[in-house]
């Protein structure tokens, strides 16, 4: 038994004119439609069951389907290539419509975890930035990276630094953490005035830029995480050596 029988009988059972070799033929149209779009689910990291479950969500309810390809063929169905071609236009909007997010989802996952450098802040203006790998991992599958920062002077001969830094779940497909937005800094035991310009929650990962303005030359800031029972500080090796005092 083909796991998505009772669908494809549900679907058939509204064809009203459709001889029972039509109906056998449009049954595997939707047999085999449904299979692939849970094989490219599995593909992009789906558990099966849920894959199934996706499918089946995605072609919509039975009777509906059932009642709209009774209605385009309402006479006998003496031109079945027709039903496949309705049955496959359906197929690549729901295919399109479903499998955009997952794709989408899957590279800002790949984007966070393997090359934050290549994300875009064009709404600011930043220095050249130096990499960092700094890396938490934090309860319920998420790991925080503080992974570039970037030093400009002032007219004032005081310095801004900008550090960057992202949160992402570890499923692809997880709601994302936004555990990015909350780092406070401090230097020689004094807390840092900072705030974030901008940041970006997308999919399952939340980039956030600090700005700590009017430093002096020289200081090594740190930054916290205190949050929900998680306490993580690291010192944030600011490229100095770019700058003149």
């Not at 509906?64 to 169905?77: C, I, N, S």
């Not at 479903?98 to 996952?109: A, K, N, Q, S």
């Not at 984007?111 to 220095?127: I, T, Y």
């Amino acid at each position: 038994m083909t796991p998505y029988r009772d669908y494809t009988q549900a679907v058939c059972a509204c064809l009203r004119h459709a001889t029972a070799k039509e109906k056998q033929a449009v049954a595997q149209e939707l047999q085999d439609h449904l299979d692939d779009h849970a094989a490219a689910l599995v593909e992009a990291g789906w558990d099966p069951e849920q894959a199934q479950a996706h499918a089946l969500e995605a072609m919509g309810e039975a009777q509906e389907v059932g009642q709209a390809l009774d209605r385009e063929f309402p006479l006998r169905w003496w031109m079945l290539s027709r039903v496949a071609g309705c049955v496959l236009l359906i197929a690549l909007l729901l295919a399109v419509s479903w499998l955009r997010e997952p794709v989408m989802d899957l590279y800002f996952y790949h984007q966070a975890k393997q090359d934050p450098l290549s994300f875009d802040w064009h709404r600011e203006e930043l220095p050249a930035l130096t990499p960092l790998d700094l890396q938490a991992a934090l309860p319920g599958g998420t790991t925080l990276s503080v992974y570039a920062m970037g030093v400009t002077e002032n007219d004032t001969g005081s310095y801004d630094a900008y550090v960057c830094a992202v949160s992402y779940s570890e499923d692809p497909f997880h709601f994302p953490s936004d555990a990015a937005q909350y780092l406070t800094f401090s230097a020689g035991g004094e807390m840092i005035f900072s705030y974030s310009p901008t940041s970006d929650t997308q999919g399952c990962r939340c980039f956030a830029l600090y700005r700590l303005p009017e430093l002096s030359w020289g200081v090594v800031p740190t930054a916290q995480l205190a949050r929900n029972g998680t306490h993580i500080t690291w010192e944030i090796p600011l490229p100095w050596q770019e700058v003149s005092p």
